[in-house]
């Protein structure tokens, strides 16, 4: 064991190995020292338990080159691009909606620029972050007015706090969902200070079942879009123009918090009819709510469209402040916007709404393609086909609904990977791919994978399915 101990490279020999490989040599020599010390102290920690136990393991040209890949992991950065090809479009777990390239630069101008963040070129003076968005918004939706906060839980947070605070609201009992775990409704009222009045039967409400829940102490009604489930069979909701009829009958602003937020009609593409934020905003609701990184293709933000009055009020609460949206966000947000003007340039160059659109046709033309890198750089190893199979839109919008697409199936050969170690390993792999497994396959979705991924993605499987790399 001795002997062992002392065929270790120094430190600085190890060090010096380094120096051939320019990304690394270009790191913070302390970094560096860290993360080889680490390496050889992992080594000392196999010869004491047995794991090493032969002089050969620590031959110094096979030491220096496992060396280098323990550095490069452990000083690559923690936050990183992936490949997704799980073929869920707006996958709040890979980063939602991607943005269109004219938004990404958009952003990247905001942070590398001075800009008019709040400073009014026309009058030199003190300007509104808002005033960027708030005319397209008003265009777009055919709101009155508009504001933009972190995201939509702080938007619903917002509205809530702002026109109920210590009063209460009313809600149907099937729409106090929960989104992704740490939102649901019930608790983002509460810490609102709004009191919540649940009314109806989980599966059926009425209009008469909101009138009578109505008292002085009411301050709202509250729709809100049960995104990522669905009730069926024998069921009943209120519909957004009987909500506001009845409003506008009691005197009390109606508002819907709309999740996802379409500004696109995909039901020209054969997706089932969702309200549109037009169409909340034509049906008459004071307040509508909704996320800009989910359908509408943009960056993380809430987006708050609704009557005047009510806008005015959340944009001066406090609260505003603490959820405030930042520059980056605003500049990809406005350029996301202005591409509506053109909903066919839209669909086109907003990548959420070009994955969700893609035509089968192309979508299986992409998986042939796929397939064929894949029958070369695998050969031998896995099968390769393409079948047919199902996208999801993701982010709580369309639940349950099939995108139909081609995947492209592996399955394993001889003594290959299986499909679920072939997963496993594709996330330690550089950019990591993540893909999903069903029965016998692991199968890659061509909707989530940009034309320019192909060749990476090949490139990946060719070296997560060698034998060696075990
Ligand atoms: C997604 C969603 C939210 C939360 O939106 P974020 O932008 O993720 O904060 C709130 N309400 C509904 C109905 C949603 O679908």
Known sequence: MQNLFRLLPPVDAALGSLAQDPALAALPRAMLRDAVTDYLDGLRDDIRAGRLTEPAQLDHGLVFAQCARHVAAATRPHFRRVINATGVVVHTNLGRSLLAPEAAAAAAEACLRYSNLEFDLTTGERGSRYSHVVDILRTLTGAEDALVVNNNAAAVMIVLETLAKGREVIVSRGQLVEIGGSFRIPEVMAKSGAVLREVGATNRTHPRDYENAVSPETAALLKVHTSNYRIVGFTKEVSLPELVALGARLELPVIEDLGSGNLTDFAACGLPGEPTVQQAVADGADVVT???????????????????????????????????????????????????????????????????????????????????????????????????????????????????????????????????ALRQRLLAAEPPLVARTQDDALLLDPRTLADDELKLVALVLAQASRPETA
């Open 290 to 420: 909704f996320s800009g990184d989910k359908v509408l293709g943009g960056p993380q933000a809430g987006i708050i469209v609704g009557k005047a009055k009510y806008i005015a009020a959340i944009r001066k609460n406090p609260l505003n402040r603490a959820m405030r949206i930042d520059k980056m966000t605003l500049a990809a947000l406005e350029s996301t916007l202005r591409l509506y003007r053109d909903p066919e340039r839209a669909r086109a160059v907003i990548p959420t709404l070009a994955m969700i659109t893609a035509s089968p046709e192309r979508l299986a033309k992409k998986a042939r393609k796929l397939a064929g890198l894949l029958r070369k750089a695998l050969a031998g190893r896995y099968t390769v086909s393409a079948i047919p199979g199902a996208s999801r839109v993701g982010g709580g919008a369309y639940p349950e609904h099939d995108l139909p697409t081609t995947l492209v199936a592996l399955r394993p050969l001889a003594d290959a990977p299986s499909p679920d």
